[in-house]
T-cell receptor
Framework: EAGVTQSPTHLIKTRGQQVTLRCSPISGHTSVYWYQQALGLGLQFLLWYDEGEERNRGNFPPRFSGRQFPNYSSELNVNALELEDSALYLC?????????????FGSGTQLSVL | GDSVTQMEGPVTLSEEAFLTINCTYTATGYPSLFWYVQYPGEGLQLLLKATKADDKGSNKGFEATYRKETTSFHLEKGSVQVSDSAVYFCALAKYNFNKFYFGSGTKLNVKP
């Protein structure tokens, strides 16, 4: 069974640009989560999608947005990139919307903003 | 608000030493508690979990007990190996909010 897959694995952008990160959940999983792991800061919750809708978002500015497609894959978009957006972006999926279900994580997209 | 606090790293141990990584939490209600591990160059993997007070989660020789009285979920292993070198994240989640709160992670270095 394929795990959570993310693309691209690495990305280099400059300030002010826009970026789109992609995530494919495990087959049958309907919930997708996005996290930011900045150097030394641990994981910060960004967004949660379930059944195609945004269910919750963390404390990030509106230039962080995303969507979930009918096949449950998801995109994370970041507009007007800033240097501090440099981080590892992790996607995770779970099989239900219940919080005590475990998350399965992808390997992440390493974004560098120059 | 809900949060998780972990001991700061890095933690450096010799092979076969005893490991404790402290984790305490703040939450209303009855959260589930988790330990995730991130090996170098990889995403996070669930290591163990506990869903109610006094539950003990265990996996690969690691254990953690959900202590409601001390709001703690400390990770322990009796004899660490070099292959245990990774970053360990404590996390909590609550049923009705479906949001995981992660600690800042503790890096473990095990030397041969």
């Amino acid at each position: 069974e394929a795990g959570v897959t993310q693309s691209p694995t690495h990305l280099i952008k400059t300030r002010g640009q826009q970026v789109t990160l992609r995530c494919s959940p495990i087959s049958g999983h309907t919930s997708v989560y996005w996290y930011q792991q900045a150097l030394g800061l641990g994981l910060q919750f960004l967004l949660w999608y379930d059944e195609g809708e945004e269910r919750n978002r963390g404390n990030f500015p509106p230039r962080f947005s995303g969507r979930q497609f009918p096949n449950y894959s998801s995109e994370l978009n970041v507009n007007a990139l800033e240097l501090e957006d440099s981080a590892l972006y992790l996607c995770a999926s779970s099989s239900t919307a219940q919080a005590n279900e475990k998350l399965f994580f992808g390997s992440g997209t390493q974004l560098s903003v120059l | 608000g809900d949060s998780v606090t972990q001991m700061e790293g890095p933690v450096t141990l010799s092979e076969e030493a005893f490991l404790t990584i402290n984790c305490t939490y703040t939450a209303t209600g009855y959260p589930s508690l988790f330990w995730y591990v991130q090996y170098p160059g990889e995403g996070l993997q669930l290591l163990l979990k506990a869903t109610k007070a006094d539950d003990k989660g265990s996996n690969k020789g690691f254990e953690a007990t959900y202590r409601k009285e001390t709001t703690s979920f400390h990770l322990e292993k009796g004899s660490v190996q070099v292959s245990d070198s990774a970053v360990y994240f404590c996390a909590l989640a609550k049923y009705n909010f479906n949001k995981f709160y992660f600690g800042s992670g503790t890096k473990l270095n095990v030397k041969p």
